[in-house]
Nanobody
């Protein structure tokens, strides 16, 4: 069965960095687009960043553009999110998601069929 397991969350200071990982199993990872999304306390789910199956295209929400980088290692079946210049408003539960196809309309949540359990990121001094 499809499994997505996020890790790498934690506490960071404003201006700091974290790298999230998402270990995928149960499907051919290299054949599907992937994304990261987040949910802050009391708010809805927000798409953050996405990448095509072969890494040929990436896209970012305006709120993280220039600070976050999504990439993948298809040999290791792992998706990553490098987060730099973290801000308190980045505090959220971060999820990785598997797209239904090798490419997708990134921010449309209906494009994704499996989600991980999430990893908490807290940005505070």
């Amino acid at each position: 069965q499809v499994q997505l397991v996020e890790s790498g969350g934690g506490l960071a200071q404003p201006g700091g960095s974290l790298r999230l990982s998402c270990a995928a199993s149960g499907f051919t990872f290299s054949s599907y687009g992937m994304s990261w999304a987040r949910q802050a306390p009391g708010k809805g789910l927000e798409w953050v960043a996405g990448i095509y199956s072969d890494g040929s295209d990436t896209n970012y929400a305006d709120s993280v553009k220039g600070r976050f980088t999504i990439y993948r290692d298809n040999a290791k079946n792992t998706l990553y999110l490098q987060m730099n210049s973290l801000q308190p408003e980045d505090t959220a539960l971060y999820y990785c998601a598997k797209a239904k196809n090798y490419r997708m309309d990134y921010p449309a949540l209906y494009e994704y069929d499996y989600w991980g359990q999430g990893t908490q990121v807290t940005v505070s001094s």
